[in-house]
């Protein structure tokens, strides 16, 4: 139940916003939840003791690209973006860099934030600018919701062969199955409730996809918590953990259904 109901909560947030919010609201929102999960990801990667104002500066650098592209919905905002966090990134460890005492593993696990957090997270911003991209986000989060849950319940009954178990050690290749086939459920029972204008077949293959896309995003914030010795990204969802222990396969989903909607579908 303490996974339930804050789940369901979630879910309805989300539907409300991209069925009733304004892109403005959706904006705002996205960036709060950025900026949320950067201060996340900051706790994971840097134990300094940090004052506020330094703590939001790293923030706002790791979430830039975010910011950015809201400011200017284009996939060719993206590379100066992400090029202006990384010089900031770069000035702030050359000021502070007499008082870390490993510079280079802060500046590759703070770098690696600006493509994780910032990089990959700008693809929902992008997504929701696309023709019919309040559908198509509703539909990418169903899918990842969906293949979570089923991936879960699967190998819990089921599962008996690792996927990858030096990295999540719980995880099966049945649950995994679980996963997908849930996520392509979700994603038929939503193409038809919202309408969406593509063909059915693209839509499979997009589901198929996505949800193995996802299952590679939960499983790269777990090597992230792995490498920092962290067990929950934050506690700020109750029974869910932080933003980013729901937000990883949502971060790896977005940029992949983005693309395969500019590429392939329209």
């Known amino acids: 139940m303490k996974r339930i109901v804050p789940g369901l909560l979630i879910s309805g947030f989300w539907l409300l916003l991209l069925l009733k919010g304004s892109i403005l609201m959706f904006l705002v929102v996205i960036v709060g939840i950025v900026l949320l999960a950067s201060n996340e990801y900051l706790r994971m990667v840097d134990c300094r003791p940090l004052s506020t104002v330094e703590r939001g500066v790293l923030n706002l650098i790791l979430a830039f690209p975010v910011i950015a592209v809201c400011f200017h919905s284009s996939e060719h905002t993206l590379p100066a973006a992400v090029a202006v966090s990384f010089f900031c990134l770069t000035a702030y460890l050359l000021c502070r860099y007499k008082d870390i005492n490993d510079s280079y593993q802060l500046f590759c696990r703070l770098a690696f934030g600006i493509l994780y957090i910032g990089l990959l997270g700008a693809h929902l911003v992008l997504l929701r600018f696309l023709p019919e991209g309040d559908s198509w986000l509703i539909i990418g989060a169903a899918i990842t919701a969906a293949s979570d849950s089923g991936a879960y319940f699967v190998g819990s009954a089921f599962g008996k062969r690792k996927l990858c178990p030096r990295v999540s050690p719980n995880k099966t290749i049945e649950g995994a199955v679980g996963g997908v086939f849930a996520g392509l459920i979700a994603a ?64 790896f989903v977005g940029p992949a259904l983005y693309y395969l909607l500019v590429l392939v579908a329209l």
């Not at 204008?197 to 590679?216: M, N, R």
């Not at 995003?217 to 222990?245: P, Q, Y």
Request: proline content about 0%; aromatic content about 8%; hydrophobic content about 45%.
């Open 188 to 251: 038929i029972a939503f193409y038809f409730i919202l309408q969406v204008s593509c063909s059915l077949l693209f839509l499979i293959f997009s589901a198929v996809t996505l949800s193995g896309v996802g299952i590679v995003g939960d499983l790269t914030e777990s090597i992230i918590k792995r490498g920092t010795n962290t067990k929950d990204s934050g506690t700020i969802l109750a029974g869910h953990g932080g933003i980013l222990d729901r937000a990883d396969s949502l971060l």
